[in-house]
């Protein structure tokens, strides 16, 4: 195989493994179960189901209020006194994962309230069949007049409430009832309550709130927190605080609980916050299958370096041009020999004599003023009768006399020969 094909191959399977991952990644960002009616108790919408007016209800009376669009995992603990206290949870459609409940617990037991407004319990997604979750949800979405045992008998799900109240049941869907309402929960004693559904068994719970007979409200304690079981998740939405003294009542439980803030879960409506590619990226790479990619990439590296392979055939650097000194002194002579500049000539020549003996003494030398050292020049074995020859022919072709040939090679073989053997 020649080495282009190799490299088209490798890029093409390159390419190949990034778009898998991309469509693992955006498996992984979960999807929304179709929603025609868009009817559901979320604090983005104004119709009568929606919860958006008790959103900014708590805004104007509570110290903080405000939406919470990420997994439950990442919910700061109540332990910082600047985490919000309360949790509401009204009518999730989307079941709560093994390690968000787990995260939900510890959050309960550090001192958070959770309001959760739920008529089937809150299904709590099977790690070995996770669709069977998401069929109790679908199931109570799609079929509200059916009774709650029905649903657990046919879909067997574990919910989050039957971890904590396992004998817990809730009754048939009613006609809207709007009547007056008591419990310890209730500002005053007593408030007008409207509601369509309430808990047929409470499991040994706390009653906080009650119309006659019809138990609306429930206490589980947790730890050092508590869950507040609303039997009807309607109790939240728009339609019903206009009607009744509800919102009084939820505002009443946020308040007398930790800090008083309060967040109000999205992520269950399917409503997630959206994170671009790095965030999604880091995420896959703290998962199981993310180790993994990240140990086949070192793998793949280490694999690069110890056998030094390489996308293309191996190349030597390009050689530096060299020329011979011979031909550089070839080419600078034919230059002096086409201008017919001797004098010029023999001037460089006694210029690069004076460099040399510049270097051999540490200081500048001139060649006509060398009066220094006559005795040692006189014992230099004839290099002062080479130097006194060199300044004649210098001075010759300086007055503009014409040098003959062997004339101008004795002044380079004089300057060559007193610079191999420099003055003393």
Known sequence: MRPQTRNWLTATLAISLLVILAAVLGS???????????????????DESGARALLLVMKRLLPSAEQWRRPLNSLALPSDQSAPSTLIV????KPITQTEAEHLD????????????TDNGWPVRDRRRPSDAEELAESAHEAPEKDTQDLKETARGETYLSRHAPRMQ??????????????????????NLQWRRKFSATDDGKVVAAAG??????????????????????????????????????????????NGKVLMDEYHHGFGQRRGAAALTWAFLKTPWGWCVLQVIAAGLLYLFGYRRRFGRVSEPPAPARSSPLELIEARAGVFQ????????????????????????GKPVNIFDL???????????GAAKQLAALRALCAKATRGETLTDQEFVDVGRMAGEIAQKPLP
Do not use: C
Not at 180 to 188: C, E, I, Q, T, V
Not at 225 to 253: F, M, Q, Y
Not at 371 to 381: L, T
């Open 90 to 93: 009204a009518g999730p459609e």
């Open 28 to 46: 992984l960002t979960g999807q929304r179960n179709p929603d025609p009616f868009l009817r559901r108790p979320s604090t983005f919408f104004t």
């Open 338 to 361: 086409a201008a017919a500049a001797r004098a010029l000539a023999a001037e460089l020549i006694v210029q690069n004599l004076a460099q040399d003996l510049a270097q051999a003494y």
């Open 170 to 191: 809730w009754s048939k869907p009613e006609k809207v009832h709007n009547q007056r309402a008591g419990g310890g929960s209730l500002p005053g004693g007593e408030l």
């Open 371 to 381: 009066n220094h050292q006559p005795e040692a020049m006189s014992k230099s074995d």
């Open 213 to 258: 007979a019809a138990v609306l409200g429930v206490e589980i304690p947790v730890g050092r927190g508590r869950i507040v079981a609303l039997a009807d998740p309607s109790i939240v939405s728009n339609g019903a605080l206009r009607e009744a003294d509800n919102a009084i009542w939820l505002v009443a439980l946020a308040a007398g609980w930790g």
């Open 106 to 117: 510890r959050w309960l037991a550090e001192g958070g309230q959770l309001i959760l407004a």
